[in-house]
C-alpha cells in the first residue's frame, strides 16, 4: 500500500464569531490548507474529502459534507461526512489516510468544524449530550462535565491525583494558547486563577473545562506517489494509525481511570509506525477537561498508569520539556469546535513538524502524535506523523540530557 | 491493493415498529448478517466497522456507529459513522471497502440503520429537511417530494415523460416487493392505484413515493486475503465503485433532468470493473421517488438520455426483464429507512448473487449493481458486484433471445 504524507493544513481562527457561518470558517481552513503546501496544489487535484461535524445546533444535518466542499468549489470530488463526536475530526483524517492507501485518491481533503456559539447553554447541553450516552446518561441530566468529574474524582481516590495537578493542565495549556494566534483564549492563567474559578462540577473548575468554540481545520494527505510533486525536502509521513471503540456510556466502561480506547488505538499506532512514547517529540492530546489530559498522559504511555499528576508537576509536557503535550494550545485554550478539534490537532502538528510554529515552536522535532476521544471514551482516533530528513541517531536522548 | 469480496448481508424486517429500538433492528441485521456467511464467521474476526444513519429523531446523534456495535458486543472495534444522507449506507459500504484494500483490516462490517415511524410529519419533514439545502429549500418551505417533483416535471417537459410512466415505476417495484419477507408494503399496486392516488407533489402521487420505514442492514465485506475461509466456491467480488457529490441544493445543479453524481459514481464504478450497463444482471438504484427511478436508468446507462420512460414500458427492467431492476421491492416498497438503504440494497445483492432470493430469483446473475443518492443528488455512491464462478462466454444474451 502506498504510504500516506500530511502535505499541508490550514485553519481557520478558534473563537466566537457571530458573523462567520460554518461554510465561511470551512472556507478559510481549505484556503490556509492550500495555501500552506509547499509546491502548489490546485483544487482540481484533490481527488476525495472527509468532514468531521457533530452538527451542532441542527442546520445542515444531512449532506454537511457536500455542504462545504460544494461551497469551496470542489463539486463532484466524492465527500462523506464522518462522525465519532469530538473525535468526528480524527477520524475524518483516519479515512484520507485509508483511502491514500487503499490506491482509491492521490490526494485527500480532511477537514472538521463547528459553529457552537450561537448556541444557547441548553442547546448546547442537548448537542453534547447527544454524544453521551442517552438512556442513562443525558435523560437523567448527567451533562459532559459531570461524567468527566467522576473521572477526575475516581483517578482522585485511586492516585491521590490533586485538583492542583489538575490546575496545572490549565497553567500550561493557557501559556501555550497565549502564543497561539488561532487560539479562542489567548490569555495565561495562573494556579490562583485555576484552582478559585468557580466549581463545574466538583471537582472540576471552569478552568478545568475547554470553552465552547466556532472554528474550522483542514489537513491535506496525499500518497506517496504523488508526494514529491506538492513537498520540498522533508515530507512529513504518517507513520502511524490507530482507532477502537469502546461502550459510550461510562458507566458501561471497564475503568473510569483511563480510556481504553486511547490505550488501545495508542498501542495500534506506535506498533504501524514502529516508535515508543519515548521517540515522540510533541503531542497534542484531547484535553476536554484537565482530568483528560492527565489520562492521555497515561493511556498513550508517556508515563505510568497513575503518574499523571506527578508527572505535569514535574514539567515534563511544558513547551521546553522533555515531551511537549499540547503546544497549540489544546482544547483548553485554543478551543474545542468539535468537529474541528482532531483536524485542528493535526494542523499544530503540521506546523511544529515543518518549523512554521514561530514563538511556540519545538526544536527540530520529528515524531509528533495526535489523540482525539469521542465522547468520554466511546471512541478515539491516534495518529503519529514523522517528518523525514536529517536527524541525528540519539538526537532526542541528547537534547533531553542538556 | 487487496480486492474486497462480500461475504455476507442480512437485515431487519422494514416496516413500523413501535417496540424495536434502533439498537435492536441493528442487532437483528447484524446476526442475520453473520448467519449469512458460508462458513462461520465469528465476532471477534471484525476488524472495523462503519454505520451510516442520518440520526433522524436525535436520539443518539453523537456516536451513533460504537452505540449500536457495542450493542451488539463489538466493544473494542472501531466504528465510525457515515453520513450522506440518504446515500449513508452506501458510503459506509465504501469505506469497509477502503478498509480491506488499505490492508488495515481483513473483515469489515458495513451497517446502516434509521427509526423514522415514532417521529411526527412535521418531525419528518425536519428530518428529512436537513437533507436537503437548508437556507434555500427548506427553510423557505420546499419537501423532498417538492425537490423531485421538479424533477419529474423538467423530465416530462424535456421528454414527453407520462404520470403513467411513473406510475409504472411504482407497479413494478410493489409487485417485486409483494414477494419480499422483508419488505414494509408487502401489497401489489395496479396502473389505476398509482394513477388515481392523491397528490403529493404534482404531478407525483402517494405511490410515486417512498414510505416513511424502520429497519436495518447489514454487510460483511472481506479482504481476498482472507476470503476463502468464509466462503464456499463462488465468493462475490465488490468489482467496482464509484462516487461523487454536487451541489447538495437542486436549484444550484446544472440539470434538473439527470443526477450527475449518479452518473459520475457509475461511470467510475463501471470503469473499476471493467464493465458495461449490458453486462449487469440486476441493479438495486435509488427510487426514494418514481421519477428518481427513471433519472437512475439513464444516469447509469441502462437506456440514453431522455428514453426511460419508453424504457420502462417495454418491461426491460421487471423481474423477468432483460435487466430487473429493484427486484427487492425498492425504496418504494420494500421501504427506505435513510440509513439502512444503501446496506438494505446490498442485502438483496448478496441474496440474489447466491441464490437465495426465492421466489424473486433472477436465473444465474453474474453482475449487480447497487446505486444510493444522498438528498437530491448532493452525493451517489455505485457498487458493482460480481460472483466468481462458472458462467458461459455469452450466456447473458443466450438468455435474453429466449
Known amino acids: 500500500m ?19 457561518s460554518y461554510r465561511s470558517l ?3 481552513a481549505y484556503e490556509n490548507a492550500l495555501e500552506s503546501v509547499s509546491n502548489e496544489l490546485r483544487p482540481e487535484q484533490i481527488d476525495e474529502a472527509y468532514v468531521g461535524t457533530l452538527g451542532v445546533g441542527g442546520r445542515q444535518l444531512g449532506l454537511s459534507g457536500p455542504a462545504v466542499t460544494e461551497h469551496v468549489g470542489l463539486d463532484g470530488v466524492p465527500c462523506t461526512r464522518v462522525e465519532n463526536a ?27 468544524f463547528e459553529v457552537m456559539t450561537d448556541a444557547s447553554s441548553e442547546a448546547i447541553r ?9 438512556e442513562w446518561e443525558r435523560l437523567s441530566g448527567t451533562t459532559f462535565a459531570g461524567v468527566y468529574a467522576q473521572m477526575a474524582r475516581a483517578h482522585m481516590d485511586a492516585y491521590g491525583t ?16 497565549a502564543k497561539n494566534d488561532h487560539a479562542h483564549l489567548q490569555f495565561e492563567c495562573s494556579l490562583e486563577d485555576a484552582q478559585s474559578a468557580s466549581i463545574v462540577a466538583d471537582p472540576l473548575t471552569l478552568y478545568h473545562c475547554c470553552p465552547t468554540t466556532d472554528g474550522a481545520a483542514c489537513a491535506l494527505i496525499a500518497s506517496e506517489d504523488v508526494v514529491d510533486a506538492y513537498t520540498d525536502s522533508e515530507p512529513i509521513r504518517v507513520a502511524g494509525v490507530g482507532a477502537a471503540s469502546d461502550a459510550i456510556g461510562l458507566f458501561q466502561r471497564e475503568t473510569y481511570t483511563g480510556i481504553p480506547a486511547s490505550r488501545q488505538a495508542a498501542t ?15 503531542a497534542e492530546v484531547h484535553d476536554c477537561f484537565a482530568i483528560a489530559e492527565l489520562l492521555a498522559y497515561e493511556d498513550l504511555g508517556l508515563c505510568e498508569r497513575g503518574e499523571s499528576g506527578p508527572f505535569v508537576e514535574t514539567g515534563a509536557t511544558e513547551l521546553d520539556g522533555e515531551i511537549p503535550v499540547n503546544t ?51 471512541a478515539a482516533v491516534v495518529h503519529v506523523f514523522e517528518r523525514d530528513g536529517p536527524r541525528d541517531e540519539g538526537e532526542k536522548q541528547t537534547e533531553e540530557s542538556t
Chains 1, 2 share one sequence.
Open 2 to 20: 502506498p504510504d500516506a504524507y500530511l502535505i499541508g493544513a490550514g485553519q481557520s481562527d478558534f473563537g466566537s464569531f457571530p458573523d462567520e
Open 26 to 28: 470551512f472556507a478559510t
Open 86 to 112: 469530538c473525535a468526528a475530526g480524527g477520524f475524518a483524517v483516519r479515512q484520507a489516510v485509508m483511502a491514500v492507501r487503499a490506491g482509491m485518491a492521490d490526494v485527500v481533503l480532511a477537514g472538521g
Open 126 to 134: 442537548y448537542w453534547l449530550g447527544v454524544s453521551g450516552e442517552t
Open 162 to 177: 490533586t485538583r492542583e495537578q489538575l490546575s496545572r493542565i490549565a497553567v500550561k495549556n493557557h501559556h501555550n494558547g
Open 268 to 282: 495500534e499506532a506506535y506498533t504501524m509506525a514502529g516508535v515508543d512514547p519515548d521517540d515522540l517529540d510533541l
Open 328 to 378: 497549540s494550545g489544546g482544547l483548553k485554550s485554543k478551543g474545542h469546535p468539535i468537529g474541528a478539534t482532531g483536524t485542528g490537532q493535526v494542523v499544530e502538528v503540521f506546523e511544529q513538524l515543518s518549523g512554521r510554529a514561530g514563538n511556540r515552536q519545538i526544536e527540530n522535532p520529528q515524531y509528533a502524535l495526535t489523540h482525539n476521544v469521542g465522547g468520554s471514551g466511546g
